[in-house]
């Protein structure tokens, strides 16, 4: 055909050649005719030869043509030739680029039919049935969305009418697998986790005997379906069994019921012991199916109470996290319902601080304070404390109102005495919680030096003055028998939640105003709202205000997922247990949840106010505490924050937080430490991290903000502690060297250690090394083929330091520089 092609286009260029005369005869005329007819024929054949044609192409044509022929073996050219095809070039080109789409599709569907005739689920047997459950297979779920987008576009082309039949069986059949694959997992999600409850628990099968006879029929069916399963494993007969996906919804329905069951039973536990619900269902379950063995039940204390890790058995004490112990006035009973013997450890756990405040006011005075400090728990050592500082600034301002000038001054020379007394303890060999209690005492201790200071520098002669109103002023009362926290017009009860030995925050001018705007809007039957950027200390402020006043504080971290169901349930146990909760970043709820919430948060506060014991939350009367106490942070300077509507912001306080005094805070942190001549290290400290921000290049993986100077300060006090001879001036400086030269990149180093050396000049420390951990380091290396250069060494001997004060550590780099093999 080719060659026959070749040979008539030579043709028609040799008829064009011939003279202008010859063209008008009749001879030429019908030549040149001929000769194009048979180009166009050709062109046909040759487009019929398309591998794509098929018998019923064939059949199309002959319609086209009205010839009939038969296509076999022995068909020639000539044949096709006698149909004349330079009359149907259009229609030629019609069916053979309809041939070929259709041979696309037939090969799409031949795929298909390869594809899931191999396609078999994958099985793994349940942890503790061991009934073999399906196995999520991502391969599988990848195959039918791409399977079922190229059915749905093969089903908008116009060439579909041949395949129609066997591309809508398709489609039908991968429905239908998608379909039952996303019910058959959630069933078999759901009825994991309830067989785990309803067949593994005994507690809860005697606690819900009814249900638990429905899930023995359900979990009988399922094992039943998981068992046909297995025995048919390719994908799409197991998944287009007829009736099936009835089934799988039916038993869905049955797990719908048994699952309200439990939240129902669940809801009645919360409601006995509220602080149910700041806990997850599965962590309540687990409470509940042990409520038996209180020692497994420890293990959630601390998700329940603020540092409350574990309880000696029969309840005689209470231990926290790092160990410190605390005796009960009273032996606490822990047999029964768990969330009875929980309530009486609540309750045992208030009497016995009651009862320890008052011993510890009473003994204060009989011996040193540094002496008197390790009788008691750091919270009730710490709480004295400040009752004491109230009562002898009162006798101060007393004595100043009979004539006796220097009152104050006394007194504030006996606080400086006490602070140095409890400083020179720090540097001496204390178990870690004895440490952290003194520098919990030292923080508090500094403010209230700073604050009789103020006092005297402004002169203040009187106790009713503002500067002294203002300030948070603990003091017992004996009538009551009660411990209370008065600032300015505000008074709250403390709460004798045991908080254990922790930390408090350094309190600062921004501090003070603080307390004073949160006090005042919970004397208003308010929230409060700090607000402000990263870093200023909002949540840090609610948690240590309620630490001040014995309160247990529930943080919940704010998201988009939140719904107002989940809140509800919040505020609901808030109101119930009476203390406080600080949701975290709260305008990072949706608007239309926050519109929800106002109305929460309003029947809460409405409650508070008419001084009711039983209130209306939501259609369900519950108890109210009118201790609760609701607080938000929020940060307007982030993306994707909401605006609060206008009647939510009615009902918070707001209070702008800005950057705080960090040279003050390092000064006092530094104190807590053991470090004697805080005040100017603490500017040398601040003035270095201000030069770096401003001089180093801008790196996301520098930090010189509050929290890189707190873990610097720690550094700094192991350093002072192990080396207690050496001068303070260069165990901070060898701390701000050794723990920032990690990170610092080699283009900014020059200018880092310049820095160093001008806010120390003439001081060279060497580096404090462990001989023994760089030769255990060479030995490893020559064991990994690695070459022991002094840098990598001095790479891994920083990752070990710095991996000994943060919980987490960022190895950054160029690629092909060795952070792996650190």
């Given at each position: 055909?080719?060659?026959?092609?070749?040979?008539?286009?030579?043709?028609?260029?040799?008829i064009r050649r011939l003279d202008r005369e010859m063209r008008s005869w009749d001879a030429f005329t019908g030549l040149d005719t001929s000769v194009k007819n048979m180009i166009t024929s050709l062109r046909a054949v040759n487009e019929l030869q398309n591998p794509a044609i098929r018998d019923?192409?064939?059949?199309?044509?002959?319609?086209?043509?009205?010839?009939?022929?038969?296509?076999?073996?022995?068909?020639?050219?000539?044949?096709?030739?006698?149909?004349?095809?330079?009359?149907?070039?259009?229609?030629?080109?019609?069916?053979?680029?309809?041939?070929?789409?259709?041979?696309?599709?037939?090969?799409?569907?031949?795929?298909?039919?390869?594809?899931?005739?191999?396609?078999?689920?994958?099985?793994?047997?349940?942890?503790?049935?061991?009934?073999?459950?399906?196995?999520?297979?991502?391969?599988?779920?990848?195959?039918?969305?791409?399977?079922?987008?190229?059915?749905?576009?093969?089903?908008?082309?116009?060439?579909?009418?041949?395949?129609?039949?066997?591309?809508?069986?398709?489609?039908?059949?991968?429905?239908?697998?998608?379909?039952?694959?996303?019910?058959?997992?959630?069933?078999?999600?759901?009825?994991?986790?309830?067989?785990?409850?309803?067949?593994?628990?005994?507690?809860?099968?005697?606690?819900?005997?009814?249900?638990?006879?429905?899930?023995?029929?359900?979990?009988?069916?399922?094992?039943?379906?998981?068992?046909?399963?297995?025995?048919?494993?390719?994908?799409?007969?197991?998944?287009?069994?007829?009736?099936?996906?009835?089934?799988?919804?039916?038993?869905?329905?049955?797990?719908?019921?048994?699952?309200?069951?439990?939240?129902?039973?669940?809801?009645?536990?919360?409601?006995?012991?509220?602080?149910?619900?700041?806990?997850?269902?599965?962590?309540?379950?687990?409470?509940?199916?042990?409520?038996?063995?209180?020692?497994?039940?420890?293990?959630?204390?601390?998700?329940?109470?603020?540092?409350?890790?574990?309880?000696?058995?029969?309840?005689?004490?209470?231990?926290?996290?790092?160990e410190e112990y605390v005796p009960l006035d009273a032996d606490c009973d822990l047999s029964g319902q768990v969330e009875v013997w929980l309530n009486r450890v609540l309750a045992s756990m208030r009497s016995t601080l009651r009862h320890l405040i008052p011993e510890a006011m009473v003994t204060?005075?009989?011996?040193?304070?540094?002496?008197?400090?390790?009788?008691?728990?750091?919270?009730?050592?710490?709480?004295?404390?400040?009752?004491?500082?109230?009562?002898?600034?009162?006798?101060?301002?007393?004595?100043?109102?009979?004539?006796?000038?220097?009152a104050m001054r006394d007194y504030n020379k006996k606080q400086i005495t006490q602070l140095n007394a409890l400083i020179s303890l720090l540097i001496g060999n204390l178990t870690a919680g004895d440490r952290m209690k003194i520098m919990t005492i030292c923080t508090i201790d500094v403010h209230?030096?700073?604050?009789?200071?103020?006092?005297?520098?402004?002169?203040?002669?009187?106790?009713?003055?503002?500067?002294?109103?203002?300030?948070?002023?603990?003091?017992?009362?004996?009538?009551?028998?009660?411990?209370?926290?008065?600032?300015?017009?505000?008074?709250?009860?403390?709460?004798?939640?045991?908080?254990?030995?922790?930390?408090?925050?350094?309190?600062?001018?921004?501090?003070?105003?603080?307390?004073?705007?949160?006090?005042?809007?919970?004397?208003?039957?308010?929230?409060?709202?700090?607000?402000?950027?990263?870093?200023?200390?909002?949540?840090?402020?609610?948690?240590?205000?309620?630490?001040?006043?014995?309160?247990?504080?529930?943080?919940?971290?704010?998201?988009?997922?939140?719904?107002?169901?989940?809140?509800?349930?919040?505020?609901?146990?808030?109101?119930?247990?009476?203390?406080?909760?600080?949701?975290?970043?709260?305008?990072?709820?949706?608007?239309?949840?926050?519109?929800?919430?106002?109305?929460?948060?309003?029947?809460?506060?409405?409650?508070?106010?008419?001084?009711?014991?039983?209130?209306?939350?939501?259609?369900?009367?519950?108890?109210?505490?009118?201790?609760?106490?609701?607080?938000?942070?929020?940060?307007?300077?982030?993306?994707?924050?909401?605006?609060?509507?206008?009647?939510?912001?009615?009902?918070?306080?707001?209070?702008?937080?800005?950057?705080?005094?960090?040279?003050?805070?390092?000064?006092?942190?530094?104190?807590?430490?053991?470090?004697?001549?805080?005040?100017?290290?603490?500017?040398?400290?601040?003035?270095?991290?201000?030069?770096?921000?401003?001089?180093?290049?801008?790196?996301?993986?520098?930090?010189?903000?509050?929290?890189?100077?707190?873990?610097?300060?720690?550094?700094?006090?192991?350093?002072?502690?192990?080396?207690?001879?050496?001068?303070?001036?260069?165990?901070?400086?060898?701390?701000?060297?050794?723990?920032?030269?990690?990170?610092?990149?080699?283009?900014?180093?020059?200018?880092?250690?310049?820095?160093?050396?001008?806010?120390?000049?003439?001081?060279?420390?060497?580096?404090?090394?462990?001989?023994?951990?760089?030769?255990?380091?060479?030995?490893?290396?020559?064991?990994?083929?690695?070459?022991?250069?002094?840098?990598?060494?001095?790479?891994?001997?920083?990752?070990?330091?710095?991996?000994?004060?943060?919980?987490?550590?960022?190895?950054?780099?160029?690629?092909?520089?060795?952070?792996?093999?650190?």
């Open positions: 055909v080719e060659q026959m092609d070749i040979d008539c286009r030579k043709f028609a260029k040799d019923r192409h064939w059949h199309e044509l002959m319609q086209a043509t009205k010839v009939n022929f038969t296509m076999s073996e022995d068909t020639t050219l000539a044949d096709l030739l006698q149909l004349n095809l330079h009359k149907f070039e259009d229609e030629v080109h019609g069916i053979v680029d309809k041939a070929m789409k259709e041979s696309g599709m037939e090969k799409v569907l031949n795929t298909l039919d390869t594809t899931w005739a191999t396609m078999q689920f994958e099985h793994e047997p349940h942890a503790r049935t061991g009934i073999m459950l399906l196995k999520s297979d991502e391969v599988l779920i990848e195959t039918l969305e791409d399977n079922q987008v190229q059915l749905q576009n093969l089903m908008t082309s116009k060439y579909l009418a041949f395949f129609l039949q066997e591309v809508s069986g398709w489609q039908q059949k991968l429905s239908t697998t998608d379909s039952v694959i996303s019910i058959w997992f959630e069933v078999q999600r759901t009825w994991s986790h309830l067989e785990s409850i309803f067949i593994g628990s005994e507690d809860i099968r005697s606690q819900l005997p009814e249900d638990s006879k429905h899930f023995d029929a359900i979990d009988q069916d399922f094992k039943k379906l998981m068992a046909d399963a297995v025995k048919t494993p390719n994908v799409i007969e197991a998944t287009n069994k007829p009736g099936l996906y009835d089934k799988l919804e039916a038993l869905q329905k049955r797990l719908v019921l048994c699952e309200k069951a439990l939240a129902e039973y669940l809801e009645t536990k919360r409601l006995a012991f509220p602080r149910f619900y700041f806990i997850s269902s599965a962590d309540l379950l687990d409470i509940l199916s042990n409520g038996n063995e209180p020692v497994e039940v420890s293990r959630h204390l601390p998700k329940l109470f603020d540092s409350l890790a574990k309880l000696k058995f029969k309840a005689v004490g209470m231990s926290t996290r790092d204060y005075e009989e011996k040193p304070r540094e002496q008197w400090v390790f009788d008691y728990p750091a919270q009730v050592a710490l709480t004295c404390t400040q009752i004491w500082w109230t009562t002898e600034v009162g006798i101060a301002f007393s004595r100043l109102e009979e004539g006796y000038e220097n209230a030096r700073d604050v009789v200071a103020k006092l005297i520098l402004a002169k203040v002669e009187s106790a009713q003055a503002f500067s002294w109103q203002s300030q948070l002023r603990h003091r017992w009362d004996e009538g009551r028998r009660h411990c209370y926290a008065n600032i300015c017009d505000a008074q709250l009860q403390y709460s004798y939640e045991y908080l254990g030995n922790t930390s408090r925050l350094v309190i600062t001018p921004l501090t003070d105003r603080c307390y004073i705007t949160l006090t005042q809007s919970l004397h208003l039957f308010m929230g409060g709202a700090p607000a402000g950027p990263a870093g200023t200390g909002k949540t840090e402020t609610t948690k240590d205000l309620g630490r001040a006043v014995g309160m247990m504080v529930y943080v919940f971290n704010c998201s988009e997922q939140m719904d107002y169901k989940s809140c509800g349930n919040i505020y609901k146990g808030l109101a119930q247990t009476g203390a406080w909760g600080c949701f975290d970043e709260f305008n990072r709820i949706s608007v239309e949840v926050l519109s929800v919430i106002a109305v929460q948060v309003k029947c809460v506060q409405d409650a508070i106010r008419a001084r009711k014991k039983t209130f209306n939350f939501l259609g369900e009367t519950i108890t109210l505490i009118p201790s609760v106490g609701l607080f938000i942070t929020m940060n307007p300077g982030y993306a994707g924050r909401t605006e609060l509507p206008e009647n939510l912001k009615a009902l918070f306080r707001p209070c702008a937080m800005v950057v705080p005094d960090f040279e003050l805070i390092c000064e006092i942190m530094l104190v807590a430490e053991g470090f004697i001549d805080a005040k100017l290290l603490a500017r040398k400290f601040i003035t270095l991290y201000t030069l770096c921000k401003e001089l180093l290049s801008k790196q996301d993986h520098y930090d010189w903000g509050l929290r890189a100077i707190k873990s610097v300060l720690v550094v700094a006090g192991s350093l002072k502690r192990g080396d207690p001879g050496r001068a303070e001036d260069q165990v901070l400086m060898r701390a701000l060297r050794d723990f920032n030269i990690p990170k610092i990149v080699t283009d900014d180093l020059p200018v880092f250690m310049g820095l160093i050396g001008d806010l120390f000049p003439a001081l060279d420390v060497p580096r404090k090394r462990d001989l023994n951990f760089e030769k255990i380091i060479r030995q490893s290396m020559l064991e990994l083929k690695l070459q022991a250069e002094e840098s990598f060494v001095l790479k891994v001997v920083q990752l070990e330091e710095l991996l000994q004060v943060r919980h987490s550590v960022f190895v950054v780099g160029n690629a092909g520089c060795g952070k792996s093999q650190v």
